[in-house]
């Protein structure tokens, strides 16, 4: 038997995205008998911007007890899959109809560890090596997790409902998402075909960092990636950094959940407009809304072409200082390897030291060890040394 992507047949044909969670994007894989392989294993349409692929080949290859049922029932006539006009019926129910699903605590509890191999949290610390206690607690807040050799995403409502995990695979030293297969994945899809959630799974729509509302008066800056949102949270910790996963997923009725709060959009190199239009629409329903034009501006057109992000900014700021960093420790380093070797420079540099503990003594009124402990402070030191 053959088994193919599903050819356009309308909205009764196209899905809810099991990583995305977006409406009528997904392709599933079907037989030429017209059964689905399984409600995971298919491909969202938006490949820019989540990249979900499951085929039957890699699903087949998590599940191998699958293929010795698929050949009983292959013998029978039944191949085991998903009637097309049931799954078809089932996803054009109104969304009203429907409960929304979660996944149990204990489940999304196991991947809360492995950080020391995951390569987004590498990434994070190399490029913050000096504020390794903020990514901590930035990791912490948004529950950022492992599973297998995903970066994990959890979307959790402001009820702590966990409703969605996004996985994504990154290069542990670019902290760029890796564009191989199965580079982006659903926590769902995995724990459905490990056989510990049920497969009528009804995802709800949420932001992603919705969870920090609840307890925090802080502006809400909104972005499209998950990865935004955490480097986000880092480096500009005075917003409640929030991402809707794409940028067709921000609408007004959804920013209606932050009434009451001031709302900063910062939109991907390809999608202010469409923001723009979002939030005067938003504006409407008495919203306090802006839109950052910061990428706008600053993104060269080669970068918008490559669909450049605030993260992207974000992360280059950051390497600029680190780079200003190191070029400072290499002058400080080299300046002060010349005073210690230069009797006549250390001379100097010890009789500007007692100079200044004379004038803190007598001026300042403090003892000879209170006054030898502030002169010998790092940075006074620094400031010493590079005037020599």
């Given at each position: ?196 959630l049920p497969g009528d799974f009804n995802y709800k729509q949420t932001f992603f960092g919705e969870h920090l509302l609840p307890d925090s008066a802080r502006p809400a800056a909104i972005v499209e990636s998950e990865k935004s949102a955490v480097v986000g949270a880092i ?26 709060r001031r709302i900063i959009l910062y939109p991907d190199a390809d999608g202010y407009e469409l923001w723009q239009q979002v939030a005067s ?108």
């Amino acid at each position: 038997m053959r088994v193919s992507l599903e050819k356009y047949r309308g909205n009764r044909s196209r899905f809810t995205c099991p990583s995305c969670g977006h409406k009528y994007v997904f392709v599933r894989y079907i037989g030429d008998d017209g059964k689905y392989v399984d409600e995971t294993v298919g491909r969202c349409n938006r490949e820019s911007k989540c990249g979900y692929h499951y085929p039957p080949k890699g699903f087949f290859r998590d599940n191998p007890g699958l293929k010795g049922e698929r050949q009983k029932r292959r013998q029978n006539g039944n191949y085991g899959f998903a009637p097309v006009k049931e799954a078809a019926a089932k996803a054009e129910l109104p969304s009203a109809t429907l409960d929304n699903s979660y996944i149990p605590y204990d489940l999304f509890e196991e991947t809360l560890r492995g950080y020391e191999s995951d390569a987004f949290v590498h990434f994070l610390k190399i490029l913050f090596p000096h504020s390794l206690e903020q990514v901590e607690a930035t990791l912490k807040r948004y529950f950022i997790g492992s599973y297998q050799d995903y970066t994990c995403f959890p979307y959790i409502d402001q009820a702590n409902r966990i409703c969605r995990g996004k996985l994504i695979r990154f290069d542990r030293r670019s902290g760029k998402r890796l564009k191989e297969k199965y580079d982006t994945h659903s926590l769902v899809a995995k724990l459905r075909s490990a056989g510990k959630l049920p497969g009528d799974f009804n995802y709800k729509q949420t932001f992603f960092g919705e969870h920090l509302l609840p307890d925090s008066a802080r502006p809400a800056a909104i972005v499209e990636s998950e990865k935004s949102a955490v480097v986000g949270a880092i480096c500009l910790p005075e917003f409640d950094w929030l991402a809707v996963g794409s940028k067709q997923s921000l609408k007004a009725e959804k920013l209606m959940r932050l009434e009451n709060r001031r709302i900063i959009l910062y939109p991907d190199a390809d999608g202010y407009e469409l923001w723009q239009q979002v939030a005067s629409e938003a504006r409407r329903n008495r919203i306090s809304i802006s839109v950052s034009d910061l990428i706008e501006k600053q993104a060269t057109r080669a970068q918008k072409q490559d669909g450049c992000d605030v993260a992207d900014y974000l992360i280059n700021e950051q390497i600029e200082r680190l780079e200003a960093y190191q070029e400072f420790v290499e002058i400080y380093n080299a300046k002060l390897s010349t005073v210690l070797n230069d009797e006549s420079l250390l001379d100097d540099f010890e009789t500007i030291i007692e100079e200044q503990k004379s004038i803190l003594i007598m001026n300042g009124g403090l003892t000879d060890l209170a006054a030898e402990r502030e002169v010998t402070q790092l940075e006074n030191v620094r400031r010493i040394v590079l005037s020599l």
